[in-house]
């Protein structure tokens, strides 16, 4: 929700980059494990303002394209003059991810009413390069005016896939001590105060093969079990901070085979460590439970995973404070919420950086028909520029 009017900082040639930059971000398709080129368009537009790009080696270690990105803009001349006789002068990070869910059809963004959306029946892929789009135009913007303070962009890939980059990320890299993410489809003011843990459940039912015309009675079907450990779970919202889903489940190999095999990929998260294992331990033992029923006789091996671990950040923390001050400077009334999603601000907080999720206006993401507004485009770059000048301040003031 807007508070007040807000007199723009931003120029119409910066508007023209923005809304640009975003349309060809979507255009390139950067599933997760395919970011390369999306990637490479990064490296470039960053490059043309004399920013280099480091890519790290999350690539090779996850088996993907390419790694995550990290660039450094130092601050303004003079202000960095007077950091000279701090520690070594302070340091922001803002951090976007490159990569999309799959995609049902090829991207075409297109204007429509105020809203950029995709053309075909599709994800649009504002989530994320809303925010990657925006960070590039915040780096142009601090390359000609300047800022009182150091600021990293760090671009990761594989975030759709349990955070993968941001996980395979060296934090030790960082010189921040505050980091920002964009990424919470939801309306600009909203700030991420809490985010679950979420555990990853692998099963596999492994049965007995058979003719399923002639001797089913001798088979023992591992699609069979699996359907019954689904039935028997306790799926969807459990609770206000507690969900539980199957994702996937593929197996057998025939129609008229009694299917051998069968695996499924299950999640839980929860705002609560307690409660998320919980619930772990209930949808594992209806696994055992299916694949012992008379009617199935399986063997079933599981795997638990912690793919990450939540947070929650109390409301005076500084990076909190700042990210308040920002939004309100820039018209917009804070909002602190709890999410059932994650971001790479779960991982950035695991590994020491204080790090706080913001709403970057994106709307029905991960769904055909997603799509954001310019206006929430440029209000996330006022935003971005608000935190600049918010802690560039704290630099410059004077100690008490």
């Known amino acids: 929700m807007t508070v ?27 599933p997760s494990g395919s970011e390369r080129q999306c990637a490479e368009r990064v490296i ?15 690539g090779s270690r996850l088996g993907t394209e390419c790694g995550n990105l ?16 701090r520690d070594g002068g302070r340091c922001v990070l803002l951090c976007a991810h490159l990569d999309t869910v799959p995609l049902q059809a090829p991207v075409e963004p ?30 142009r913007h601090l390359r000609r005016e300047g800022a009182g303070l150091d600021v990293e962009l760090l671009f990761t ?3 759709e896939a349990a955070l993968a980059g941001a996980r395979a990320f060296d934090c030790s890299r960082l010189r921040s001590e505050v980091g920002y993410v964009f990424d919470h489809a ?28 002639i001797r089913p009675e001798q088979g023992r079907s591992a699609i069979l079990a699996a359907a019954h450990a689904i039935a028997s779970m306790r799926l969807g919202r459990l609770d206000e901070e507690t969900t539980a889903n199957v994702g996937s489940i593929s197996g057998g190999s025939a129609m008229n085979v009694v299917a051998e095999r069968c695996s499924l990929v299950a999640e839980v998260r929860s705002l609560k460590d307690e409660r998320a294992e919980q619930e772990v331990a209930a949808l594992v033992a209806r696994l055992h439970e299916a694949a012992n029923l008379p009617e199935c006789e ?15 950040l109390a409301a005076s923390r500084p990076a909190v404070r700042a990210a308040e001050r920002a939004l309100l400077a820039c018209g917009h009334e804070p909002v602190r919420i709890a999410s059932g999603g ?43 520029l608000a935190l600049i000048d918010e802690l560039g301040a704290e630099v410059a003031a004077p100690a008490r």
């Not at 649009?124 to 925010?131: F, H, P, Q, V, Y």
């Not at 939801?186 to 058979?210: K, L, M, Q, Y």
Request: aromatic share 4%.
């Open 4 to 30: 007040g009017p807000l007199q723009s900082r931003i120029g119409e040639l910066e508007r023209r980059y923005l809304s640009g930059t975003f349309a060809e971000l979507c255009r390139i398709e950067s």
């Open 44 to 58: 470039a537009e960053l490059r043309a303002i004399g920013v280099s790009a480091q890519e790290d080696d999350a």
């Open 70 to 85: 990290l660039a450094h803009i130092p601050a303004a001349a003079e202000a960095a003059a007077d950091e000279r006789d």
């Open 110 to 139: 297109a204007l429509i009413d105020g809203y950029w959306e995709n053309a075909n029946p599709g994800i649009l892929g504002a989530d994320n390069k809303a925010a990657v789009a925006v960070l590039l135009a915040l780096a």
């Open 157 to 159: 890939v594989g975030e």
């Open 186 to 213: 939801s309306p600009i003011g909203e700030v991420i105060v809490a985010s679950p843990s979420h555990f990853r459940v692998d099963a596999t039912f492994n049965g007995v093969a058979a003719h399923a015309g």
């Open 298 to 312: 399986c063997d079933v091996d599981v795997s638990v995973q912690r793919t990450f671990a939540g947070y929650r």
């Open 342 to 384: 994650a971001s790479d601000a779960n991982v950035l907080i695991a590994g020491g950086l204080e790090t706080v999720n913001l709403a970057n206006g994106t709307e029905r993401n991960h769904e055909p028909g997603e799509r954001v507004s310019v206006r929430a485009l440029e209000d996330m770059l006022e935003v971005a």
